[in-house]
């Protein structure tokens, strides 16, 4: 078990510019979820999936974000159109079974937006 | 609308003092809370998860009670350490049909040798 992953660690584009974020869940793990997190604040949901379903989306998650779950394993975010104010570590979690499970955070991405 | 609320926003400490790191929540109506703990440019590492039905969690040093009717929780550290210095946060689940944390700002710990 080698925890949650995600790729890459660190990523600067330029504004207007579109980025493509991954996350690899721990083994076996049904539920997958997204957060954003900026300075000085807790992070922020943004959207989960149980298996290869979406099943819930926060208003934050604007029509320039997308994410996916393709077979149920890992998972891709989406940036198009970046702006300045997408500037954020990026975190994805994971947990196994029902929804009273712990979840557990990779070490997330940091986005800066030029 | 559930807000989650951590006060003080830092907090420091000399080493070996006992400590307790305050969350409160709006709404009582929560499905459980999790406590986290986030190094500088980390993710999160989960250290206790209370379900509703449960008054408190322990772990080594760590124990966090909840207090539904109330609105909070705390998180109590025993004989503090300069490892512990860190980001402490704590994270509210509404009901069972949603996935979604909603966290509060955090608590940033530093305990001083």
């Known amino acids: 078990d080698t925890g949650v992953s995600q790729d890459p660690r660190h990523k600067i584009t330029k504004r207007g510019q579109n980025v493509t974020f991954r996350c690899d869940p721990i083994s076996e793990h049904n539920r997958l979820y997204w957060y954003r997190q900026t300075l000085g604040q807790g992070p922020e949901f943004l959207t989960y999936f149980q298996n290869e379903a979406q099943l819930e989306k926060s208003r934050l998650l604007s029509d320039r974000f997308s994410a996916e779950r393709p077979k149920g394993s890992f998972s891709t975010l989406e940036i198009q159109r970046t702006e300045q104010g997408d500037s954020a570590m990026y975190l994805c979690?994971?947990?196994?079974?029902?929804?009273?499970?712990?979840?557990?955070f990779g070490p997330g991405t940091r986005l800066t937006v030029t | 609308k559930q807000e989650v609320t951590q006060i003080p926003a830092a907090l420091s400490v000399p080493e070996g003092e006992n400590l307790v790191l305050n969350c409160s929540f709006t709404?009582?109506?929560?499905?459980?809370l999790q406590w986290f703990r986030q190094d500088p440019g980390k993710g999160l590492t989960s250290l206790l998860l209370i379900q509703s039905s449960q008054r408190e969690q322990t772990s080594g040093r760590l124990n966090a009670s909840l207090d539904k009717s109330s609105g909070r929780s705390t998180l109590y550290i025993a004989a503090s350490q300069p490892g512990d210095s860190a980001t402490y946060l704590c994270a509210v689940r509404v009901s069972s049909n949603t996935g979604k944390l909603i966290f509060g700002q955090g608590t940033t710990l530093q305990v001083k040798p």
């Open positions: 979690a994971s947990s196994i079974g029902g929804p009273d499970g712990e979840q557990y």
């Open positions: 709404d009582s109506a929560i499905y459980n």
